[in-house]
């Protein structure tokens, strides 16, 4: 069985588009067509409708590294993993942790846009950076991410990033209105604030990573914004709230625990404003957001991101100010 992204057929070439840009796409395997719906194979997961089914081979040679596995590791292997730039990034179970050495050569070997296989060891320490271990090709953590017409560029060993929320990027992007005042409270590298920015938002960016504060400055003139378009303060987010102003935008993904920020950044939320809150839940999880807002805001939308583990999956919640209680900042 295979993921598939499932759109629209209108949508169809804008997302064959986004899936090659990211690396996303199996070209092992051909679109299916069905009922108005294009089903994409993917080499992993990204947001969107995912459907597992049985792949439509495709004459060229698959991607699959799987292929060029022992019979004995081929079907517990994992099939999935991340692409930054070059680097692809694996995680490996206790169960197969020793074979990592062939698993990441074939993978290698199968993937031409890939020269680097990092270990993923899991998110880890005060910035959420994930511990890696590059077990193939230079020992550099360093990339070029390209995706929505982007590009960002991270040493992923310092400052946390996902290709998975590309997609997401984009919404908010897309939902934002030009001349828009925005806050990016855990903005790391500043792939949500590069993206508003180029549309022609004003960005107040805020990290308390240094690492963060270095690559971020270096995206945005990648991506042509001038520094009079964004300010980036590398400082906790509960250190800086009061000085801060109120904006019609705020990006809160720091998924793995959000809550406690959730009441102080509402705070410079402006009339009819919108907060996008990130948070993991578990799936058997009652989760309600509302339960964590006072009566002047109002949950508008929910949806699942992407699966995080077996058991969780990130979801996005956008919230509004629907009642005006906005600080006065001239206090």
Known sequence: MIKHLKVVANQAQKAKIFLEDCNALNDGFLPI??????????NFEVEGEIIEREGLSSSRVSRDYRL???LNLRNIAPRAFDIFGSIAILKLNSEII?????ISKSLLDSNPNIDRVALDMGVKGEFRIRELDMIQGESNFVGIHKENGLKIKVDISKVYFSPRLAMERKRIVDVAIKGEDILDAFAG???????????GCTLTSVDSNPEAEKWSHENFALNGIKRSEYRFITSKIEDVISDLGIYDRII??????PIPYLEGLSSLLKLNGFIHLYKIVEKDEEFEVENYLSSDFK???????????????????DITRAVSNVRNTNQ
């Open 33 to 42: 067509k069905e009922d108005g719906f294009v089903f994409w194979p993917l």
């Open 189 to 199: 590298a500043s792939p949500f604030s590069v993206g508003l920015a180029r549309k």
């Open 299 to 317: 949950c508008v939308s929910k949806r699942v991101v992407h699966p995080y583990s077996p058991q969780s999956s990130m979801m996005a919640f």
């Open 68 to 70: 060029k596995l022992p």
């Open 98 to 102: 020793e074979f990592s050495d062939i």
């Open 252 to 257: 809160m993904n720091n998924p793995t625990n």
